[in-house]
């Protein structure tokens, strides 16, 4: 594997984690948690697709001549509100899953 | 082939009677009902005979072809063979009518009853007549589908239970006969105009394997040997749903679908070069001789005379199958013979039925005292069947003989003739034992309503009648061999 | 002019949704008005644009003024036409319905949150249809995923709660498919623009990478579609939700997986590789076939047939999909159709027998085709398009999906479509004897008890949906006028 | 960008931690530590909006969202 | 069991993906695709056409608003199904035992709340210029209440911004977008044409218009959260 796409490894291992706490961990709890990983390591595969090499961040400086691709941060950052609103909408449905399936014993 | 005469009376004769099939299930009072179901099939007669005169003279009728979808239309053509169809169906659907009308009359869900019974009988109507594939196979199914309510109209477990073969084994055909269906179109015909619209350049082994799905798709109605065992489960159900459909409508119309197929879909010289003549002369022999033995020991009447159903369909495949001009002669004539003879013989038990209870042969000690006219009438339709000399049966079994002769397979003639005397040996004990036999109780005469009488007479006679004078059925019979083998 | 009715048929249901919440305090039916106004608008705006496909075959919008590939452009074509009319229909049919029956089944307070959702749902699928850039296409997949999530658990259940949260997980984990999927695209060609996209593409060599990207997002919309080891999500979620929903989930949300591996075969990959992904994806659509209407077959909750059954209609479509042939493409596309129409009015009706009989189970609706004879005309007719019996156009798709498969010397194919559609009849038979022949037991309530009237409200939307499935059946041909072009100009994209 | 060959190792093994530590507080916590690299991580691509925007997501709104909702279900994972 | 079919599934679209991920181009070279299409004219003619000298927030706003909305509209579905799942804490919020924290605490908070807001109010109307951006800006705004709430309790924090303002705060952003992109379509050309260019609009009136998507969106963001916060806070009575 060449050292140059080291970092699309690394998103696609953190993916696999992720995946696999959603798979088998069985609290709800914490597959919200393994998908959260999940998505952060999607993030991290694309914006190591638009890096650039000595490029610095998309903030148009004189002087500065080439910059970071902007576009996959655009898109990371939707996706980042998108799993904001997942998140928050799954952990409020386990809640109300643990909440309606019988009250277990429950500090206040 | 002349051209065909561009009319749209076929479509109106299949289409009034299912839109009135329809306007009946909306009517509550029964006597709308009966006459909404006489004027479908005054309808349906009155027009088929209409258009004997053409026809008899080898002329076609045919409409223009009405596109739903591409490569899906329904196109309506009148020739010979599917004229004689409908003219039996049609003439018996009268005489049905009003031997329903006596005996629902202390049923429940009448107007479910006669308005499945229209529309099953209109869609039967419409597969004699469809002029391409599509059209037929669209009838053949909605023809299933309108008998299965009728078939488990008591809603006794009986009935269900007959209900679930009657629609595993037809609906499993159907949808064999649609992957052929489709197949055919693929490889290039749809309309039956020629004799064989196969592309001869296809590789034997597709073919045969083509026909073979044929087979078992019309086979299952046809009540062929091994698929025949939905026929008498459906005994259960009402005498008139058994006569009519089983005896005739529904039986007519898979023996109907294996002629188009053998003689317009893949034409003789293709069957014989294929060697597949074989198979089917095969199939009907053993169906012949299995259902007569069977019939012989059913103790229940109408089981008995479902069996006798199987074994006499057969002779008709028997006698289109060995391909030859009085063959296919004989089994048309066959045919006709038959389906008068069987729907007067399923009236008899209906009306012993419902006279007298008795379901079973043994039973049926003293009959003839109890119900003389409807034991009388027993005796001419049974002897019909078996072919004795006035009556249609001889004519036809006079050609059937003939067939197998002509085309070189006589030993198929013994089994013709070992199986019509079996048909007497399970059908002549039920006269010896009506007549001669005294029955247990007190007998007492009872008198059966003219509503039963007339149509048991129409079929014993019609019989004796057409025997004599079988010029009607005759010249048909006649047009389709000439047109099918140039005879 | 008529280009703005592009952007307004996406933004106008979506808009409405904002408003409801801040109207419905003081006036407490804004929620159905607002829903079915905004509805039957985009209705309107989808029959206009249609009308303009009709004349010009693709329409194109460029929002914000900028050319394709740096702003972003909806475009709508003749698969989207098809699509878009089928979806904005269907929306509005079960807005409607949904009137009486939210008052009966909901809690006051989630009424309004109802048509909110309802609208999102609508909206993010129309939006779906119209995307011209993934991106986009991903994020409107994830707004009608969220509602149909939520839409699922309304009714505050346990079981469904249970079923909307497994559905919750699988969606998520598709649309993170999607999203690898596109990051994997984007870096192979550097544009999210599909035409653009798919051009860069036919000059690359068919590497891993791209093999990967289309593996990716055709089984993320494999799970959005319920393709059959995908599929587990859907019978608890179908049958659960409220009934409108499941009448939408069923007769819409999974066909949007459909479109989206329509979209990603035919306009991004260019029927590139269809043949090992021709093979395998008609493999899981025979399996889908018969084991969704096996499973259908074993149970007797009325929801959850449907729902199996609906496992087993998509296999149908997706068999037709990856035929890759006109014939195929054709029956797909009329499976399409009609199984939107069959099932959702099969729900419609399951919804107004649950809400009024109150029975769920075969058993208790012994009979029950008698005491609502008017539902259960539209109720049979459905059966019967489902069941694809003649002069119905299940009939017509069944048809065209064993021509395609004979075509490609598939008969074993032609044999398992065949095979289903038997099995579907006999699940079909199974109801109509339940229904129509069976006497109602005594024992249960009282079987005569006439039932409350059902109101025009339900009725009106099941008595379209049941008479466009019965006039799309009679005349299949009707719907060529759509499908005919769509499917040649697919066929015309496969290189 | 060297800073990353340094932090990615940090990342694995805090994303492993979070998968197999059975107390769902404590996983919460140590996923808070994950999105702080992560968003060091953005810095160092040259993406410091996604930084700003990860630090406000990841330690500020999800991992409250989280630690509410583990108070209000079990804090014991049953395996 | 299922733990063992879940690794195997996994290390079968591990090596898929690995595989795939290694035939793409080389990362962060300048050459590749991604740096070569599409992006140079965001680059070069960003800063000129939208007055952003951040692209990212030129990107979002101008070039993709559509997305933009879009984005918008999935917050407030996630809002509206966590609602329909948990329903709105109702307006009296029940009087949980709540206890205080320690003067020097609430003094810290007091103090410091003031700042962070001014701080978040910075990132959402400097998102053209520096790093920032009405979606982070909110998230701060939002955390900023949380804190609050969390210190001086649920009820102090309603009393404050009532449910109201939030659902107004709510829909304000995607609003806002509709607004916009109907004015573009009066003034005769496309959908959220006015924050482009091309409609000759002058310089100052178009910065307003994004300034005021900016603010909106910032401020929308923050009362989802918020609301998402008080749904999941709620402790159910009795």
């Given at each position: 594997?060449?050292?140059?796409?080291?970092?699309?490894?690394?998103?696609?291992?953190?993916?696999?984690?992720?995946?696999?706490?959603?798979?088998?961990?069985?609290?709800?709890?914490?597959?919200?948690?393994?998908?959260?990983?999940?998505?952060?390591?999607?993030?991290?595969?694309?914006?190591?697709?638009?890096?650039?090499?000595?490029?610095?961040?998309?903030?148009?400086?004189?002087?500065?001549?080439?910059?970071?691709?902007?576009?996959?941060?655009?898109?990371?950052?939707?996706?980042?509100?998108?799993?904001?609103?997942?998140?928050?909408?799954?952990?409020?449905?386990?809640?109300?899953?643990?909440?309606?399936?019988?009250?277990?014993?429950?500090?206040? | 082939?002349?051209?065909?005469?561009?009319?749209?009376?076929?479509?109106?004769?299949?289409?009034?009677?299912?839109?009135?099939?329809?306007?009946?299930?909306?009517?509550?009072?029964?006597?709308?009902?009966?006459?909404?179901?006489?004027?479908?099939?005054?309808?349906?007669?009155?027009?088929?005979?209409?258009?004997?005169?053409?026809?008899?003279?080898?002329?076609?009728?045919?409409?223009?072809?009405?596109?739903?979808?591409?490569?899906?239309?329904?196109?309506?053509?009148?020739?010979?063979?599917?004229?004689?169809?409908?003219?039996?169906?049609?003439?018996?659907?009268?005489?049905?009518?009003?031997?329903?009308?006596?005996?629902?009359?202390?049923?429940?869900?009448?107007?479910?009853?006669?308005?499945?019974?229209?529309?099953?009988?209109?869609?039967?109507?419409?597969?004699?007549?469809?002029?391409?594939?599509?059209?037929?196979?669209?009838?053949?199914?909605?023809?299933?589908?309108?008998?299965?309510?009728?078939?488990?109209h008591g809603e006794t477990g009986a009935a269900m239970a007959a209900g679930r073969k009657y629609f595993l084994y037809l609906f499993v055909g159907e949808?064999?006969?649609?992957?052929?269906?489709?197949?055919?179109?693929?490889?290039?015909?749809?309309?039956?105009?020629?004799?064989?619209?196969?592309?001869?350049?296809?590789?034997?082994?597709?073919?045969?394997?083509?026909?073979?799905?044929?087979?078992?798709?019309?086979?299952?109605?046809?009540?062929?040997?091994?698929?025949?065992?939905?026929?008498?489960?459906?005994?259960?159900?009402?005498?008139?749903?058994?006569?009519?459909?089983?005896?005739?409508?529904?039986?007519?119309?898979?023996?109907?679908?294996?002629?188009?197929?053998?003689?317009?879909?893949?034409?003789?010289?293709?069957?014989?070069?294929?060697?597949?003549?074989?198979?089917?002369?095969?199939?009907?022999?053993?169906?012949?001789?299995?259902?007569?033995?069977?019939?012989?020991?059913?103790?229940?009447?109408?089981?008995?005379?479902?069996?006798?159903?199987?074994?006499?369909?057969?002779?008709?495949?028997?006698?289109?199958?060995?391909?030859?001009?009085?063959?296919?002669?004989?089994?048309?004539?066959?045919?006709?013979?038959?389906?008068?003879?069987?729907?007067?013989?399923?009236?008899?038990?209906?009306?012993?039925?419902?006279?007298?209870?008795?379901?079973?042969?043994?039973?049926?000690?003293?009959?003839?005292?109890?119900?003389?006219?409807?034991?009388?009438?027993?005796?001419?339709?049974?002897?019909?069947?078996?072919?004795?000399?006035?009556?249609?049966?001889?004519?036809?079994?006079?050609?059937?003989?003939?067939?197998?002769?002509?085309?070189?397979?006589?030993?198929?003639?013994?089994?013709?003739?070992?199986?019509?005397?079996?048909?007497?040996?399970?059908?002549?004990?039920?006269?010896?034992?009506?007549?001669?036999?005294?029955?247990?109780?007190?007998?007492?005469?009872?008198?059966?309503?003219?509503?039963?009488?007339?149509?048991?007479?129409?079929?014993?006679?019609?019989?004796?009648?057409?025997?004599?004078?079988?010029?009607?059925?005759?010249?048909?019979?006649?047009?389709?061999?000439?047109?099918?083998?140039?005879? | 002019?008529?280009?703005?009715?592009?952007?307004?048929?996406?933004?106008?249901?979506?808009?409405?949704?904002?408003?409801?919440?801040?109207?419905?305090?003081?006036?407490?039916?804004?929620?159905?008005?607002?829903?079915?106004?905004?509805?039957?608008?985009?209705?309107?705006?989808?029959?206009?644009?249609?009308?303009?496909?009709?004349?010009?075959?693709?329409?194109?919008?460029?929002?914000?003024?900028?050319?394709?590939?740096?702003?972003?452009?909806?475009?709508?074509?003749?698969?989207?036409?098809?699509?878009?009319?089928?979806?904005?229909?269907?929306?509005?049919?079960?807005?409607?319905?949904?009137?009486?029956?939210?008052?009966?089944?909901?809690?006051?307070?989630?009424?309004?949150?109802?048509?909110?959702?309802?609208?999102?749902?609508?909206?993010?699928?129309?939006?779906?249809?119209?995307?011209?850039?993934?991106?986009?296409?991903?994020?409107?997949?994830?707004?009608?995923?969220?509602?149909?999530?939520?839409?699922?658990?309304?009714?505050?259940?346990?079981?469904?709660?249970?079923?909307?949260?497994?559905?919750?997980?699988?969606?998520?984990?598709?649309?993170?498919?999607?999203?690898?999927?596109?990051?994997?695209?984007?870096?192979?060609?550097?544009?999210?623009?599909?035409?653009?996209?798919?051009?860069?593409?036919?000059?690359?060599?068919?590497?891993?990478?791209?093999?990967?990207?289309?593996?990716?997002?055709?089984?993320?919309?494999?799970?959005?579609?319920?393709?059959?080891?995908?599929?587990?999500?859907?019978?608890?979620?179908?049958?659960?939700?409220?009934?409108?929903?499941?009448?939408?989930?069923?007769?819409?949300?999974?066909?949007?997986?459909?479109?989206?591996?329509?979209?990603?075969?035919?306009?991004?990959?260019?029927?590139?590789?269809?043949?090992?992904?021709?093979?395998?994806?008609?493999?899981?659509?025979?399996?889908?076939?018969?084991?969704?209407?096996?499973?259908?077959?074993?149970?007797?909750?009325?929801?959850?047939?449907?729902?199996?059954?609906?496992?087993?209609?998509?296999?149908?479509?997706?068999?037709?999909?990856?035929?890759?042939?006109?014939?195929?493409?054709?029956?797909?596309?009329?499976?399409?159709?009609?199984?939107?129409?069959?099932?959702?009015?099969?729900?419609?009706?399951?919804?107004?027998?649950?809400?009024?009989?109150?029975?769920?189970?075969?058993?208790?609706?012994?009979?029950?085709?008698?005491?609502?004879?008017?539902?259960?005309?539209?109720?049979?007719?459905?059966?019967?398009?489902?069941?694809?019996?003649?002069?119905?156009?299940?009939?017509?798709?069944?048809?065209?999906?064993?021509?395609?498969?004979?075509?490609?010397?598939?008969?074993?194919?032609?044999?398992?479509?065949?095979?289903?559609?038997?099995?579907?009849?006999?699940?079909?038979?199974?109801?109509?004897?339940?229904?129509?022949?069976?006497?109602?037991?005594?024992?249960?309530?009282?079987?005569?008890?006439?039932?409350?009237?059902?109101?025009?409200w339900m009725m009106v939307p099941i008595g379209v949906l049941g008479f466009g499935s019965l006039l799309v059946g009679i005349f299949p041909g009707l719907?060529?006028?759509?499908?005919?072009?769509?499917?040649?100009?697919?066929?015309?994209?496969?290189? | 960008?060297?800073?990353?060959?340094?932090?990615?190792?940090?990342?694995?093994?805090?994303?492993?931690?979070?998968?197999?530590?059975?107390?769902?507080?404590?996983?919460?916590?140590?996923?808070?530590?994950?999105?702080?690299?992560?968003?060091?991580?953005?810095?160092?691509?040259?993406?410091?909006?996604?930084?700003?925007?990860?630090?406000?997501?990841?330690?500020?709104?999800?991992?409250?969202?989280?630690?509410?909702?583990?108070?209000?279900?079990?804090?014991?994972?049953?395996? | 069991?299922?733990?063992?079919?879940?690794?195997?599934?996994?290390?079968?679209?591990?090596?898929?993906?690995?595989?795939?991920?290694?035939?793409?181009?080389?990362?962060?070279?300048?050459?590749?695709?991604?740096?070569?299409?599409?992006?140079?004219?965001?680059?070069?003619?960003?800063?000129?056409?939208?007055?952003?000298?951040?692209?990212?927030?030129?990107?979002?706003?101008?070039?993709?608003?559509?997305?933009?909305?879009?984005?918008?509209?999935?917050?407030?579905?996630?809002?509206?199904?966590?609602?329909?799942?948990?329903?709105?804490?109702?307006?009296?919020?029940?009087?949980?035992?709540?206890?205080?924290?320690?003067?020097?605490?609430?003094?810290?908070?007091?103090?410091?709340?003031?700042?962070?807001?001014?701080?978040?109010?910075?990132?959402?109307?400097?998102?053209?210029?520096?790093?920032?951006?009405?979606?982070?800006?909110?998230?701060?705004?939002?955390?900023?209440?949380?804190?609050?709430?969390?210190?001086?309790?649920?009820?102090?924090?309603?009393?404050?911004?009532?449910?109201?303002?939030?659902?107004?705060?709510?829909?304000?952003?995607?609003?806002?977008?509709?607004?916009?992109?109907?004015?573009?379509?009066?003034?005769?050309?496309?959908?959220?044409?006015?924050?482009?260019?091309?409609?000759?609009?002058?310089?100052?009136?178009?910065?307003?218009?994004?300034?005021?998507?900016?603010?909106?969106?910032?401020?929308?963001?923050?009362?989802?959260?918020?609301?998402?916060?008080?749904?999941?806070?709620?402790?159910?009575?009795?």
């Amino acid at each position: 594997m060449s050292t140059g796409n080291f970092l699309y490894g690394v998103a696609m291992l953190l993916f696999l984690i992720g995946f696999y706490t959603v798979l088998a961990r069985p609290s709800l709890i914490k597959k919200i948690i393994g998908i959260n990983i999940m998505e952060t390591s999607v993030f991290l595969f694309l914006i190591s697709v638009g890096s650039r090499r000595g490029g610095s961040a998309p903030i148009i400086l004189s002087g500065v001549k080439d910059y970071v691709n902007p576009l996959p941060q655009v898109v990371v950052l939707m996706a980042m509100v998108i799993a904001v609103g997942t998140t928050a909408l799954a952990l409020s449905m386990a809640v109300k899953i643990f909440e309606s399936s019988g009250a277990g014993e429950r500090r206040g | 082939m002349s051209a065909p005469i561009f009319t749209y009376l076929p479509v109106l004769l299949v289409f009034i009677p299912i839109i009135l099939g329809m306007l009946i299930f909306l009517v509550q009072k029964e006597g709308v009902r009966i006459f909404l179901a006489l004027l479908a099939s005054l309808i349906g007669f009155g027009g088929l005979s209409w258009m004997w005169p053409t026809i008899s003279k080898g002329l076609v009728l045919a409409t223009r072809p009405i596109f739903l979808a591409p490569e899906i239309f329904l196109y309506f053509r009148v020739d010979a063979l599917g004229l004689l169809f409908a003219l039996v169906s049609a003439l018996l659907w009268i005489f049905t009518v009003i031997f329903t009308v006596k005996y629902m009359e202390k049923e429940s869900f009448k107007g479910r009853f006669w308005g499945f019974l229209t529309l099953a009988v209109a869609s039967g109507i419409g597969v004699t007549l469809a002029g391409n594939l599509i059209t037929l196979f669209f009838f053949f199914e909605m023809l299933t589908v309108f008998t299965y309510p009728l078939v488990i109209h008591g809603e006794t477990g009986a009935a269900m239970a007959a209900g679930r073969k009657y629609f595993l084994y037809l609906f499993v055909g159907e949808a064999l006969l649609l992957f052929s269906v489709v197949f055919t179109i693929f490889l290039g015909g749809t309309v039956f105009d020629k004799v064989g619209m196969l592309p001869t350049t296809q590789s034997p082994n597709l073919l045969r394997f083509l026909l073979f799905t044929f087979v078992l798709g019309f086979g299952v109605k046809a009540a062929i040997f091994p698929l025949h065992r939905w026929l008498p489960e459906a005994a259960i159900a009402p005498t008139p749903v058994t006569a009519l459909l089983h005896a005739d409508a529904v039986v007519n119309v898979g023996i109907f679908g294996l002629i188009r197929v053998i003689y317009n879909v893949f034409g003789p010289e293709l069957i014989q070069s294929l060697g597949m003549d074989g198979l089917l002369i095969w199939v009907a022999t053993v169906t012949m001789i299995f259902g007569s033995v069977i019939a012989l020991r059913q103790d229940d009447l109408k089981r008995r005379l479902a069996y006798s159903t199987v074994a006499h369909i057969s002779y008709t495949l028997l006698g289109a199958a060995v391909l030859s001009a009085s063959g296919l002669v004989g089994a048309l004539i066959h045919l006709v013979s038959h389906a008068f003879m069987k729907v007067s013989l399923f009236f008899c038990a209906g009306a012993i039925d419902r006279g007298t209870g008795k379901k079973r042969v043994s039973e049926l000690g003293g009959m003839g005292y109890r119900q003389p006219l409807v034991m009388v009438a027993f005796t001419v339709a049974s002897l019909g069947l078996i072919g004795v000399p006035p009556t249609l049966g001889f004519l036809s079994k006079w050609y059937l003989w003939m067939g197998p002769l002509e085309a070189q397979q006589s030993i198929f003639l013994g089994a013709l003739i070992l199986s019509t005397l079996l048909c007497a040996f399970y059908l002549l004990p039920i006269t010896y034992r009506a007549f001669f036999k005294h029955a247990e109780g007190p007998v007492e005469r009872q008198r059966t309503s003219w509503f039963y009488l007339l149509p048991i007479f129409v079929g014993a006679v019609g019989g004796l009648l057409l025997g004599v004078f079988p010029k009607p059925f005759l010249i048909l019979a006649r047009v389709v061999s000439e047109s099918f083998l140039g005879g | 002019m008529e280009k703005h009715f592009l952007i307004l048929t996406v933004t106008v249901p979506l808009a409405t949704a904002t408003l409801i919440p801040l109207l419905s305090i003081r006036w407490e039916r804004a929620g159905f008005w607002l829903a079915s106004l905004a509805l039957l608008f985009s209705f309107g705006s989808a029959l206009i644009l249609v009308g303009g496909v009709l004349v010009d075959g693709r329409i194109a919008y460029h929002v914000g003024g900028w050319a394709p590939p740096w702003g972003i452009e909806i475009f709508l074509d003749w698969v989207g036409a098809f699509f878009l009319l089928l979806a904005s229909s269907l929306s509005l049919a079960v807005a409607i319905f949904s009137r009486i029956y939210v008052e009966q089944n909901l809690e006051a307070s989630k009424i309004p949150l109802f048509y909110v959702l309802l609208l999102l749902l609508a909206g993010g699928m129309i939006g779906f249809i119209l995307a011209g850039d993934i991106f986009n296409m991903f994020i409107f997949f994830e707004i009608f995923s969220l509602s149909s999530y939520a839409l699922v658990a309304i009714s505050g259940g346990l079981e469904s709660l249970k079923a909307s949260f497994r559905y919750l997980l699988m969606g998520t984990i598709s649309s993170l498919f999607v999203l690898l999927g596109i990051g994997l695209l984007y870096s192979l060609t550097g544009t999210l623009y599909m035409p653009l996209l798919a051009q860069e593409l036919g000059v690359l060599p068919y590497s891993g990478a791209i093999r990967a990207a289309t593996a990716l997002i055709l089984v993320a919309f494999g799970i959005e579609a319920a393709l059959f080891p995908l599929h587990v999500w859907l019978p608890g979620a179908h049958s659960l939700a409220p009934s409108p929903v499941s009448a939408l989930l069923s007769g819409l949300v999974i066909k949007m997986g459909v479109y989206g591996m329509i979209k990603v075969l035919f306009y991004i990959l260019g029927g590139r590789g269809s043949s090992e992904i021709g093979a395998l994806f008609s493999l899981m659509a025979a399996t889908a076939i018969i084991v969704g209407a096996l499973f259908a077959l074993r149970e007797n909750d009325i929801k959850l047939i449907f729902a199996h059954s609906s496992v087993s209609q998509i296999g149908y479509v997706i068999l037709g999909i990856y035929l890759f042939s006109y014939f195929g493409l054709a029956g797909g596309l009329l499976q399409v159709l009609n199984h939107a129409l069959a099932k959702s009015a099969l729900f419609l009706c399951a919804g107004v027998v649950i809400s009024q009989a109150g029975f769920r189970r075969l058993e208790d609706l012994r009979g029950i085709g008698r005491r609502m004879p008017f539902l259960m005309v539209f109720f049979t007719i459905a059966l019967a398009s489902l069941a694809s019996l003649p002069f119905t156009c299940g009939f017509a798709s069944k048809y065209y999906l064993c021509k395609g498969a004979i075509e490609r010397g598939e008969f074993w194919l032609a044999g398992i479509v065949l095979l289903g559609s038997f099995l579907t009849l006999l699940y079909c038979v199974k109801i109509v004897n339940y229904i129509f022949f069976a006497t109602p037991a005594v024992g249960r309530g009282g079987g005569e008890r006439s039932y409350p009237e059902v109101s025009p409200w339900m009725m009106v939307p099941i008595g379209v949906l049941g008479f466009g499935s019965l006039l799309v059946g009679i005349f299949p041909g009707l719907s060529f006028i759509l499908i005919k072009p769509a499917v040649l100009g697919l066929l015309g994209m496969v290189r | 960008m060297s800073l990353i060959y340094f932090l990615v190792p940090f990342l694995l093994v805090i994303a492993v931690a979070t998968v197999f530590t059975r107390d769902l507080l404590a996983a919460v916590i140590i996923f808070s530590a994950y999105s702080l690299i992560m968003a060091v991580v953005w810095q160092q691509l040259g993406a410091p909006v996604l930084a700003l925007a990860e630090v406000a997501i990841g330690a500020g709104v999800t991992v409250v969202l989280f630690v509410v909702a583990v108070c209000r279900t079990t804090r014991e994972e049953k395996v | 069991m299922k733990k063992l079919g879940a690794i195997f599934l996994l290390s079968l679209c591990g090596l898929f993906l690995l595989a795939a991920v290694t035939s793409l181009p080389r990362m962060g070279d300048p050459e590749n695709p991604t740096n070569s299409l599409v992006v140079p004219r965001y680059l070069e003619k960003g800063l000129r056409e939208t007055g952003c000298r951040n692209t990212v927030t030129a990107i979002l706003l101008s070039y993709r608003g559509y997305d933009t909305m879009m984005e918008m509209v999935v917050l407030f579905t996630a809002l509206a199904a966590a609602l329909a799942i948990l329903g709105r804490e109702s307006l009296e919020t029940c009087c949980e035992t709540f206890v205080l924290p320690s003067l020097l605490v609430r003094m810290v908070v007091v103090i410091f709340v003031p700042l962070f807001l001014a701080f978040a109010l910075y990132v959402i109307t400097h998102g053209f210029t520096t790093s920032g951006g009405g979606f982070q800006g909110g998230v701060i705004v939002a955390t900023t209440v949380i804190i609050y709430t969390l210190v001086f309790g649920l009820d102090e924090m309603v009393k404050r911004i009532s449910p109201g303002v939030r659902m107004v705060l709510e829909s304000s952003a995607i609003l806002s977008f509709m607004l916009v992109g109907l004015l573009g379509i009066a003034l005769g050309g496309n959908f959220l044409i006015t924050t482009t260019p091309t409609l000759g609009l002058s310089d100052f009136l178009r910065r307003a218009i994004l300034l005021l998507l900016e603010v909106s969106i910032g401020l929308a963001s923050g009362a989802v959260i918020i609301s998402l916060f008080c749904l999941l806070k709620k402790v159910e009575r009795g």
